[in-house]
């Protein structure tokens, strides 16, 4: 296969590579040039593989974070709870389900290790910032990213688990 079929098939998937782009805060158009920018990185290799599309798929997501911090933009800030927030206030069997979900999500922090229960109560729960988090905790602000994005899928998972199991 030539690289321009090789391209033609990897391009085919543009709109959801873009999506992975757009989901890291980019623009439209800054999207689009990190997915062009992965496409040529990758076309630019020589060797063919059966998992160009993952591979081309971590390359816009990197690109797209790169993108970020060449112009110190950071993710726009959303509160942890944000999805269990109860869409109709005035609805009785919401508000329940919501109390619910808040107490399992605090029986879920009481299950992470020590550091990261800490660093979860401070910067999801107070939403304090990450450098007052590390300056709090003797930590550096990367080692408390690195904790509070570990901690969130531990509580993902925790907060799926089927109750009593």
Do not use: W, Y
Not at 82 to 103: I, K, Q
Request: glycine share 8%; net charge negative.
């Amino acid at each position: 296969m030539d690289r321009l079929e090789r391209l033609g098939l990897l391009a085919r998937d543009r709109t959801a590579l873009v999506g992975n782009a757009r989901g890291e805060g980019l623009s439209p158009e800054e999207a689009l040039e990190c997915v062009q920018d992965a496409l040529v990185t990758l076309l630019d290799q020589e060797t063919e593989s059966d998992h160009e599309q993952a591979t081309l798929k971590v390359m816009v997501r990197n690109a797209a974070r790169n993108f970020r911090r060449r112009h110190r933009r950071a993710l726009p800030h959303v509160p942890f709870d944000e999805e269990l927030r109860p869409t109709d206030e005035a609805n009785p069997e919401g508000l329940l389900g919501h109390a619910e979900d808040m107490v399992r999500l605090r029986m879920c922090v009481a299950e992470l290790c020590s550091v990261q229960r800490g660093v979860v109560m401070l910067r999801l729960l107070e939403e304090r910032s990450g450098e007052d988090v590390a300056a709090a905790l003797g930590l550096t602000r990367g080692h408390v990213d690195v904790l509070v994005h570990r901690a969130k899928a531990a509580l993902r998972i925790c907060m799926r688990k089927p109750v009593g199991g």
